[in-house]
């Protein structure tokens, strides 16, 4: 197999959604549709649940984006979108949501919980598209959302009603004349920018908009064809296919069999080695670029030489989108034109082979983005991983029902980890996991690897019996079969649950042997540097804050000659710890933001709320409780979405305790509380960003030095001295 390609290089770190919706771009300008829009944005306004139903093509999604952007300064809490086309596992449905609302996958509870908890006290306006292949299970999630979240309306878009009480059904009809002729002609500029209509054009044009049903998608392939016929031309072979291909559709809608005779029209007029492209290319689901079609798509009848012809020949049609993102050119294949080669492949009698190479291709991809993390890459890598993440589940589901193949479920899964841990998506990591090690394989390494990351992942959610059980048997299977590697993780991530739990010893004792194994075998990764964090954690809550920072020296320098940024965060955020345990906390502020800013960058949450904690602290020694309270508010607001706040650990748990007691000493209860208040109003972006000093709710003040000591257990608590009268905090602008 060919090596897939690595992440393309990329200056910037990805970073978590900072508006309040996620709609999609617009590629191209919006046309016509002016009632439509003004009669949704009315329903949208007497009802909780609108659907837009219509057949394939009549540009549902476009119409549902369309007004949502238009409201969307009409709920204060933003508007989001979830597209849901590529799922076919209702076990991701909610997932699915939790990602589209912006909420970390890392908390233990059942994903519903965790949006209910989120959208209760919101005004949110939800649009959720493509949910027909899940419309059971997408019915009774919607139900549920809206009976205990009154703040909430749902904008659907489907080729069917969801059939939940209350729903209004809009039914989205073909384009008037006017606007399917308004199309038509922008599209053709498009495709030909010297595109003038005549006369003769434009009665060709009404003619042919209406042969098509005034469908977007049908006006769009059929633009499409202009670089090679006169609009005369065009309306004259259609007309012919018109008559050819609805005989075998009688029992189809009409409006159906517009669509599916476009299609099919713009298929047969492509070149056989493009039919071909285009069958092979339903394989995808969503996003994909050109060295997978070379990879997967080549092959007898379309040589990889080939295909970036064929491909662009497809694109030049309009059956195939291209998408320009910050990781490279992609392409995508409309549903309902995807869904069409998928029944040309069927009929291939291919779609197994194919689909097989699909799945070997994304299990190499996540092998290479695995070694690739470790190392300066890693941002171009999480963005990587984001975009392919509906081919990853693909790949996951082909193994899973392919026999014999689960223990390659077991491995991407186990691959994946850096996905599920670092960027934010635990609670859906967590679910492939559970799932794929229900499936007993003879292969102990990928099963082996399954657990520990399982394990690792239940340590963090705070699960401490499901880590237990995990480790524990990874251990023991290790030990029998011989697997030194598998060993290491298992007592590593033993050693990071003794940590989360305040057994100290146990965790020094057991990060130190992972530590030892991890150097016998020469391993050397993002997970081995985190056991040294974790063991220079260990260290500073035991009392001995100069050990812990040596420790943590050495591994960021090691960080730093890899290009490592991940580890890094944590290793500053305990080196955060020991410079404010010895008195030094301007150094402390410091490097929380270092960690602030990594962890925003990966999406991870966990690192972030961690060090906003620990920045609380810090902020009220240095005189400013006001703000202080406002941190650990926000921290309240983002550790439900994590897990068991600070992991039930008295050691991680004491900054918070610290920190509100000198703060309420400092402001009172009443405004401590108001504080509170404040900090919750602010998401994870906002609260990270006003940590940062650069989001618009920062304090836009100058920050002055500041001196204070942090109080060590039975200390007395003595914060500097205030700069407002009467001991409050400075005033906040």
């Excluded at 093509?57 to 119409?63: E, I, S």
């Excluded at 499409?224 to 809608?253: E, I, K, M, N, Y």
């Excluded at 394989?283 to 994909?288: E, K, L, R, S, Y």
């Excluded at 992609?330 to 040309?344: C, I, K, S």
Aim: hydrophobic share 40%.
């Amino acid at each position: 197999m060919r090596r897939p390609q690595r992440p393309v290089s990329s200056p910037h770190a990805p970073s978590a959604p900072t508006g309040p919706g996620n709609l999609p771009t617009e590629l191209n300008r919006f046309v016509g549709r002016e009632n439509e829009l003004v009669r949704l944005a009315q329903l949208l306004e007497e009802s909780r649940l609108v659907t837009v139903v219509g057949v394939g093509g009549v540009g549902k999604t476009r119409c549902a984006a369309r007004v949502a952007g238009l409201l969307e300064k009409r709920y204060c809490d933003g508007v989001r979108m979830a597209e849901l086309s590529a799922l076919h596992d209702p076990g991701l449905l909610e997932h699915a949501l939790v990602d589209a609302l912006g909420l970390s996958g890392h908390t233990g509870r059942p994903p519903r919980a965790a949006l209910v908890e989120h959208l209760a006290p919101r005004r949110l306006l939800l649009v959720i598209d493509g949910f027909e292949q899940l419309v059971d299970a997408c019915a009774a999630l919607v139900r549920d959302l809206l009976r205990r979240a009154p703040g909430l309306r749902v904008l659907a878009a489907g080729r069917l009603p969801l059939e939940v009480a209350g729903e209004v059904v809009f039914p989205l009809a073909p384009m008037s004349d006017a606007d399917a002729m308004l199309l038509f002609a922008e599209r053709a500029a498009a495709v030909r920018p010297d595109f003038r209509p005549t006369d003769d054009d434009r009665a060709a044009t009404l003619e042919l908009c209406r042969r098509l049903d005034g469908i977007p998608l049908a006006l769009e392939l059929a633009a499409g064809r202009l670089r090679a016929l006169s609009t005369v031309q065009l309306l004259q072979r259609l007309d012919d296919r018109f008559r050819l291909l609805t005989g075998s559709h009688r029992s189809a809608p009409a409006r159906h069999q517009t669509l599916r005779t476009a299609i099919g029209w713009s298929h047969e007029l492509c070149a056989p080695e493009q039919r071909l492209l285009w069958a092979r290319l339903s394989v995808f689901a969503g996003q994909f670029d050109l060295e997978a079609v070379e990879y997967i798509c080549g092959g007898p009848g379309l040589p990889a030489e080939s295909m970036l012809d064929v491909l662009s020949g497809l694109l030049t049609q309009s059956v195939v989108q291209r998408e320009d993102s910050a990781h490279g050119t992609r392409y995508r294949m409309l549903d309902t034109v995807r869904e069409y080669g998928a029944e040309w492949l069927a009929a291939t009698d291919d779609a197994e082979r194919l689909r097989r190479r699909h799945r070997d291709w994304y299990l190499g991809l996540a092998t290479w983005c695995e070694l690739d993390w470790f190392g300066p890459r890693q941002a171009e890598v999480a963005a990587r991983a984001e975009s392919e993440l509906p081919n990853l589940r693909q790949a996951l589901e082909c193994s899973l029902e392919t026999p014999g193949e689960a223990h390659l479920a077991q491995h991407l899964a186990g691959t994946l980890w850096f996905l599920w841990v670092c960027c934010g998506r635990l609670s859906e990591g967590r679910h492939w996991l559970d799932h794929v090690l229900e499936e007993d394989t003879p292969y102990d390494s990928s099963r082996l690897k399954a657990l520990w990351v399982l394990g690792y992942a239940a340590v963090l959610q705070g699960d401490p019996v499901g880590a237990v059980s995990a480790l524990q048997e990874c251990r023991e299977a290790a030990e029998r079969t011989g697997d030194s590697v598998a060993l290491a993780y298992a007592v590593h991530r033993l050693g990071s649950l003794a940590l989360v739990t305040g057994d100290l010893g146990r965790a020094r004792e057991l990060l130190d042997e992972a530590s030892d194994r991890y150097r016998d075998l020469g391993e050397l990764n993002s997970n081995v540097l985190m056991a040294r964090v974790e063991l220079a954690a260990a260290v500073g809550f035991d009392g001995d804050p100069d050990g812990a920072a040596a420790l943590c020296e050495e591994i960021r320098a090691e960080c730093e000659d890899h290009g490592e940024r991940w580890a890094r965060s944590y290793a500053l955020y305990v080196l955060a710890f020991t410079a404010a345990r010895r008195g030094r906390t301007e150094r402390a502020r410091e490097l929380l933001g270092q960690s602030l800013t990594i962890s925003r960058a990966f999406h991870d949450v966990l690192g972030s709320v961690l060090a906003l904690e620990l920045l609380a602290l810090v902020t009220v020694v240095e005189g400013d409780a006001a703000e202080a309270a406002v941190l650990q508010g926000a921290a309240d607001r983002i550790w439900p979405s994590v897990g068991l706040p600070l992991f039930g650990s008295a050691h991680f748990g004491l900054s918070r305790v610290r920190c509100e007691r000198l703060a309420r000493r400092e402001l009172g209860d009443a405004r401590y509380e108001s504080g509170l208040r404040e900090g919750g109003r602010l998401d994870a972006d906002a609260a990270v960003a006003r940590a940062l000093g650069d989001g618009p709710a920062a304090r836009r003040e100058a920050r002055a030095p500041r001196s204070g000591t942090l109080p060590a257990p039975g200390e007395p608590l003595r914060p500097a001295p205030s700069r407002a009268s009467g001991g409050s905090g400075p005033e906040r602008r």
